[in-house]
């Protein structure tokens, strides 16, 4: 019996799996920041960047910092640069602003995340070279239209080119007499010479793509203006901007644009501002008749195909007065009795249509009729 306990026993012990090696614990360095942008913003340059939302090894992070690295200096960048920390949200979007540097300061920026003692790569070095901002558009209007809000605005002058230097005449310069050889042999250059590390030449200073054109802005009622309703700018006024919800009051700026990449835009316009709804009335009936009756004076009219309609109002006109309105009839129907319409006379029926927001169409054509 004791044989048999122990053979089962080993028997099982057999049987079990083998451990494996112990997994390496997955990365706890964050992702690197995405996005980082440097632009000009009338007086004023931004840097806007993204913060990662986990870690290399996919973890979710939670509030982190991001280093962000910075000069106006020329020099080695990693030297030179100094360096500034913010406490940010997984995954948020950031916008530093500051006023403008003079004109033709080169700003590099740089950054990186950092949680804990773990930091991520650096990103790289994103410079802009800072021109003096163009000048912003004005008179900008908003008009509402039923499918669209109109803009329009004056564009600023352009420039006139610069000139060329004309060239001064100079005397021409007296030959120099040749400098006799030296005997003794060149020596080695300074370039070869044995421990001597030559210098890194200098990059040349990044210089905005030049673009032109206009982009438009456009925020929600308590809103700011973020991003231009199109990718690329426009040539020119006007735009019309057939995305924009009804029922809401909406604020334009229109902001010159010298470059793109990097963005290099003017001061905003002055805001041209717009309520849009609804203010345009339906088309009017069409194909009134009108059949006398001993009992009535029966109009009808051709079905609005008007997606707002709300009803018809019907008008008589007798001894050559005004209108006079006689009848609100539903959207669904299309005739209506007049059963007290004056007996020998001429009558002048006309018919309007009337939507949701109680913009009322012109009137039809009239049609006579006459109640015997």
């Avoid at 980082?36 to 996919?58: D, F, I, K, N, W």
């Amino acid at each position: 019996m004791r044989a048999l306990l122990f053979l089962t026993a080993a028997l099982a012990a057999s049987s079990c799996g083998k451990r494996g090696d112990p997994l390496p614990p997955l990365p706890t360095t964050p992702q690197g920041v995405t996005e980082l942008r440097l632009s000009q913003r009338g007086p004023s340059l931004e840097v806007s960047y993204v913060a990662p939302r986990t870690t290399a090894g996919g973890a979710r992070l939670g509030v982190l910092e991001v280093e962000l690295l910075r000069t106006e200096a020329p020099g080695d960048f990693a030297k030179v640069a100094r360096t500034t920390r913010r406490r940010v949200a997984p995954g948020e979007s950031l916008v530093e602003s500051e006023v403008l540097p003079p004109a033709g300061t080169v700003v590099r920026v740089a950054a990186r995340a950092k949680v804990g003692g773990d930091a991520s790569a650096l990103s790289p070095v994103v410079s802009l070279t800072v021109q003096a901002p163009p000048p912003a558009p004005t008179g900008l209007t908003a008009l509402l239209e039923p499918q669209a809000v109109v803009l329009a605005w004056v564009p600023p002058p352009t420039p006139p080119p610069t000139p060329a230097p004309s060239p001064s005449p100079t005397a021409s310069p007296s030959p120099s007499p040749s400098p006799s050889p030296s005997p003794s042999a060149p020596g080695p250059s300074p370039s070869a010479s044995p421990g001597v590390t030559p210098s890194p030449r200098p990059s040349p200073s990044p210089t905005p793509k030049p673009q032109g054109g206009f982009w438009v802005y456009r925020r929600e009622p308590e809103a700011a203006f973020r991003r231009p309703l199109t990718p690329a700018p426009v040539a020119g006024p006007p735009f019309r901007d057939t995305t924009v919800a009804p029922g809401e009051r909406w604020c334009y700026v229109v902001r010159t644009v010298a470059s793109t990449e990097p963005i290099v835009e003017s001061a905003s316009s002055a805001e041209g501002c717009v309520e849009n709804r609804d203010v345009f009335p339906p088309a009017a009936p069409t194909g009134v008749a009108v059949l006398p009756g001993e009992d009535a004076v029966e109009v009808s009219w051709s079905p609005s195909l008007e997606a707002d309609l709300a009803s018809y109002r019907v008008y008589r006109a007798s001894g050559g007065g005004a209108p006079a309105r006689v009848a609100d009839v539903p959207a669904s129907d299309t005739t209506f009795r007049d059963a007290s319409a004056p007996r020998g006379q001429p009558l002048l029926y006309t018919v309007t249509a009337v939507d949701r927001s109680g913009n009322e169409s012109p009137p039809s054509g009239a049609v006579e009729a006459r109640r015997p």
